[in-house]
């Protein structure tokens, strides 16, 4: 069963920047695209970023492209979003996923980012 982890959520002033975390166990995340997704309050989840499974190729949602870099390290079994620029639109409770072969998709348990003066 994979489990994933999200960290590195916080409070952070307009402008700011903020590193999320999303560790994976259970299973090796090297097979799979892994994604960032984010819900605001009142919202629908949205895809944030995602991240082929050696990390050549990647793509982000138009409000975040240029302010957030997604990444992995196989090797830790983690993926990474650096988010520079923040805005309070970013607010949200943000996700990590990962889809496997079979169409399942697996969720954290999410970490808040608040950015806000």
């Known amino acids: 069963q994979v489990q994933l982890v999200e960290s590195g959520g916080g409070l952070v002033q307009p402008g700011g920047s903020l590193r999320l975390s999303c560790v994976a166990s259970?299973?090796?995340?090297?097979?799979?695209?892994m994604s960032w997704y984010r819900q605001a309050p009142g919202k629908a989840r949205e895809l944030v970023a995602g991240?082929?499974?050696?990390?050549?190729?990647?793509n982000y949602a138009d409000s975040v492209k240029g302010r957030f870099t997604i990444s992995r390290d196989n090797t830790k079994n983690t993926v990474y979003l650096q988010m520079n620029s923040l805005k309070p639109e970013d607010t949200a409770v943000y996700y990590c996923?990962?889809?496997?072969?079979?169409?399942?998709?697996?969720w954290g348990q999410g970490t808040q980012v608040t950015v806000s003066s």
């Open positions: 259970g299973s090796t995340i090297s097979s799979y695209t």
């Open positions: 991240i082929t499974r050696t990390g050549g190729s990647t």
């Open positions: 996923n990962l889809l496997n072969f079979y169409g399942k998709n697996y």
